[in-house]
C-alpha cells in the first residue's frame, strides 16, 4: 500500500549515460513533483507538473526532462550525465495545494 | 523570491526535554506552511500542515505554530524521544494554484540523547 514508489532506489552509472528514474503514486493525486537534494541536503524544486501544465525550475538544465505516461507516473530522463547530477531524487505528489507526499528518493551517483 | 531559514542547523538534547525548532521565511505572501521529518538515507515524512488562515496545528507530541505576517513558524516537540532523531525541514507553499512547488528551509538536525 506505498503512496508514492519511485526505482530504482540506488543508480549508479557513467558521465555522458542516460538513464531514467521511475515515479508512481497511488494516491489519486492529480499534481506531482520532482525535488533535488544536494550533497548539503538542501531540496529544491526541480519540475511540477499536473495534466494542464509542466512548470520548469529555470535552473534545471535541458539534460532534464519529465515524462507522464499517465496521472499517476512521472517519470524523470536525464541525458548525458555529468558528475555534479550526483544527488538523491525525489518524486512528490499532492492533490492541487494539499500536503505533499514524497517518495523514498533515488541515490544516483554519477562516476 | 522566497527564502527560508531554519534555526539552529543542528541541535543536541537529553531525552525528556521540550524543544522548539524554528523556520522564517522571506516573503509572507504564502498559502501553506509543511513541517517534515526526513531519517537518514530516507525520504520525507510529513508532520504537519498549517494554511495560512491558521495559526497552529497539533499532532501528538508535536505542535507547529504559524506567524503569517512575521514570516515565522515553530514547531514544538514535547517529552522529546531519541527516536525523535531526525532532520527537521520547515517548506512553504506560495499559492494554492494546483503545482506550485514547496521552498524548502536547509533543515535542523535533532539528536535526543538517551
Known amino acids: 500500500d506505498t503512496a508514492v514508489s519511485q526505482t530504482p532506489k540506488y543508480l549508479v552509472t557513467q558521465m555522458g549515460n542516460d538513464k531514467s528514474i521511475k515515479c508512481e503514486q497511488n494516491?489519486?493525486?492529480?499534481?506531482m513533483y520532482w525535488y533535488k537534494q544536494d550533497s548539503k541536503k538542501f531540496l529544491k524544486i526541480m519540475f511540477s507538473?499536473?495534466?494542464?501544465?509542466?512548470?520548469i525550475n529555470e535552473t534545471v538544465p535541458n539534460r532534464f526532462s519529465p515524462k507522464s505516461p499517465d496521472k499517476a507516473h512521472l517519470n524523470l530522463h536525464i541525458n548525458s550525465l555529468e558528475l555534479g547530477d550526483s544527488a538523491v531524487y525525489f518524486c512528490?505528489?499532492?492533490?492541487?495545494?494539499?500536503?505533499?507526499?514524497f517518495g523514498p528518493g533515488t541515490r544516483l551517483t554519477v562516476t | 523570491k522566497q527564502e527560508v531559514t531554519q534555526i539552529p542547523a543542528a541541535l543536541s538534547v537529553p531525552e525528556g526535554e521540550n524543544l522548539v525548532l524554528n523556520c522564517s521565511f522571506t516573503?509572507?505572501?504564502?498559502?501553506?506552511l509543511q513541517w517534515f521529518r526526513q531519517d537518514p538515507g530516507k525520504g520525507l515524512t510529513s508532520l504537519l500542515l498549517?494554511?495560512?488562515?491558521?495559526r497552529e496545528q497539533t499532532s501528538g507530541r508535536l505542535n507547529a505554530s504559524l506567524d503569517k505576517s512575521s514570516g515565522r513558524s515553530t514547531l514544538y516537540i514535547a517529552a522529546s524521544q531519541p527516536g525523535d532523531s531526525a532532520t527537521y525541514l520547515c517548506?512553504?507553499?506560495?499559492?494554492?494554484?494546483?503545482?506550485?512547488?514547496?521552498?524548502f528551509g536547509k533543515g535542523t538536525r535533532l539528536s535526543v540523547i538517551a
Open positions: 507538473y499536473n495534466n494542464k501544465e509542466l512548470i
Open positions: 512528490a505528489s499532492s492533490q492541487a495545494s494539499l500536503k505533499q507526499y
Open positions: 494516491l489519486g493525486h492529480d499534481t
Open positions: 498549517i494554511q495560512s488562515s491558521q
Open positions: 517548506a512553504v507553499r506560495r499559492s494554492n494554484s494546483g503545482n506550485t512547488p514547496l521552498v
Open positions: 516573503d509572507s505572501a504564502i498559502y501553506n
